[in-house]
């Protein structure tokens, strides 16, 4: 499994674009990137996945250069309820496998008024 | 998308006690669910994974006798916690990979047990 090194924590404002990146060096040819978010006293929530380029949907974007040996997820004009911690995960292919998740530290967003 | 419930949601209990704690996959069938375990201001560190109709798979340096775990059907796996001790106090939380509906390597989280131990 790709080990993963992400900023510890972040500070922003409401109504910034937040990027936060991460790398994955050792990122193997099969695996996919995925983003989670997690509220205090909650389960991990699934933000967003990607392979390789750009990725969008209603939350976020992903961008992921050729190499994929990193990875930004930009969160556009945050909110106060944006604050959480994200989790940059990377993992084997998705169909039928039964691989397991490991989570690394995470980012800490701290959004403020 | 996919929901995964947890029961309970918090739970305090006495040293010595065991206690269960359940997963439920509620609109899929999961072959596939994992525990993980959260101390306050960490990461999730994954415990084990729950194989449906098969003994479960323990990270290095889980007690396999203290974590019991239990995957009876496609929508149910359980973690008993026994003779609890205060240092097992934690944050549990189980997530189900939707093998045949979900997008990419999208696993769905419970929303976390709280146990204290006393």
């Known amino acids: 499994l790709a080990k993963t090194t992400q900023p510890i924590s972040m500070d922003s404002y409401e109504g910034q674009e937040v990027n936060i990146t991460c790398s994955h060096n050792?990122?193997?040819?099969?695996?996919?990137i995925t983003w989670y978010q997690q509220f205090p006293s909650q389960g991990p929530r699934f933000i967003i996945q990607?392979?390789?380029t750009k990725v969008t949907n209603e939350v976020a974007s992903l961008f992921i250069p050729a190499d994929r040996k990193s990875s930004t997820l930009s969160l556009p004009r945050v909110s106060l309820s944006d604050t959480a911690v994200y989790y940059c995960?990377?993992?084997?292919?998705?169909?039928?496998?039964?691989?397991?998740?490991?989570f690394g530290s995470g980012t800490r967003l701290s959004i403020r008024p | 998308g996919a929901v995964v419930s947890q029961h309970p949601s918090r739970v305090i209990c006495k040293s010595g006690t065991s206690v269960k704690i359940e997963c439920r996959s509620l609109d899929f069938q999961a072959t596939t669910m994992f525990w993980y375990r959260q101390f306050p201001k960490q990461s999730l560190m994954l415990m084990a994974t729950s194989n449906e109709g098969s003994k479960a798979t323990y990270e290095q340096g889980v007690e396999k006798d203290k974590f019991l775990i239990n995957h009876a059907s496609l929508t149910l796996s359980t973690l008993t916690v026994t003779s609890a001790h205060p240092e097992d106090s934690s944050f549990y939380i189980c997530?189900?990979?939707?093998?045949?509906?979900?997008?990419?390597?999208?696993?769905?989280f419970g929303p976390g047990t709280r146990l204290t131990v006393l």
């Open positions: 050792n990122i193997a040819t099969n695996d996919y």
């Open positions: 990607g392979y390789k």
């Open positions: 997530s189900a990979r939707d093998e045949y509906g979900g997008v990419g390597n999208e696993q769905f």
């Open positions: 995960l990377v993992g084997d292919p998705p169909w039928g496998s039964a691989s397991k998740i490991i």
